[in-house]
């Protein structure tokens, strides 16, 4: 069964780093992106970027270019996203996804759980 | 960058009725367009991609049709697990982009 497993919610402080992480398993995992799509709360769904784990190939949405970091260990079949100064703005449900194709250009399925970051001092 | 639009945003309807979502994107996306049901708390779920195929697992009461900037989904017998906000996302061009989804609520 091909599965894609985040690590759990975090609360974090303004201005702290974090990293959070999606683990693939049942597929080749250099074999097709991932792609970090954000919720916020009572809010739709918004592309952050994709990786292609094989290469580490990486494309942003304009709204976080600069703002966040998609990296991946293809050792361990985990992908990340990553923060070096969160802001309130950040708290949301940040979800990964895997292509169905060999490219970027691809529709998503499976997705993870989810993973809840709320930022609040 | 390709801009996608759904109506209505909120769509009551009862249960066995027909639903029908339109999804609208500024630019010829060809067929290549995909829709997600997502219920509170869950992650999205795959409905159809290719603007017309459902994905495994999908029962036939989901249809998909159109091309180029129109699309429709269709649930032509609503079951109470349905009421959901569904979402549809073009990637045909970059980025892939999601609409702002659409609420089907029971009526």
């Known amino acids: 069964e091909v599965q894609l497993v985040q690590s759990g919610a975090e609360v974090k402080k303004p201005g702290e780093s974090l990293k959070i992480s999606c683990k693939g398993s049942?597929?080749?995992?250099?074999?097709?992106?991932i792609v970090w799509v954000r919720q916020m709360p009572g809010k739709g769904l918004e592309w952050v970027g994709i990786i292609n784990p094989g290469d580490s190939d990486t494309r942003y949405g304009a709204s976080f270019q600069g703002q966040v970091t998609i990296s991946a260990d293809k050792s361990i079949s985990t992908a990340y996203l990553q923060w070096s100064s969160l802001k309130a703005s950040d708290t949301a449900m940040y979800y990964c996804?895997?292509?169905?194709?060999?490219?970027?250009?691809?529709?998503?399925?499976?997705w993870g759980q989810g993973t809840l970051v709320t930022v609040s001092s | 960058e390709i801009v996608m639009t759904q109506s209505p945003a909120t769509l009551s309807v009862s249960p066995g009725e027909r639903a029908t979502l339109s999804c609208r994107a500024s630019?010829?996306?060809?067929?290549?367009l995909a829709w997600y049901q997502q219920k509170p708390g869950q992650p999205p779920r795959l409905l159809i991609y290719g603007a017309s195929t459902r994905a495994t697992g999908i029962p036939a009461r989901f249809s998909g049709s159109g091309s180029g900037t129109e699309f429709t989904l269709t649930i032509s017998s609503l079951q109470s697990e349905d009421f959901a906000v569904y979402y549809c996302?073009?990637?045909?061009?970059?980025?892939?982009?999601f609409g702002p989804g659409t609420k089907l609520e029971i009526k």
């Open positions: 049942g597929y080749t995992f250099t074999s097709y992106w």
């Open positions: 996302q073009q990637y045909n061009n970059w980025p892939p982009a």
């Open positions: 630019q010829s996306v060809s067929s290549n």
């Open positions: 996804a895997r292509t169905l194709t060999t490219d970027p250009y691809s529709w998503f399925d499976p």
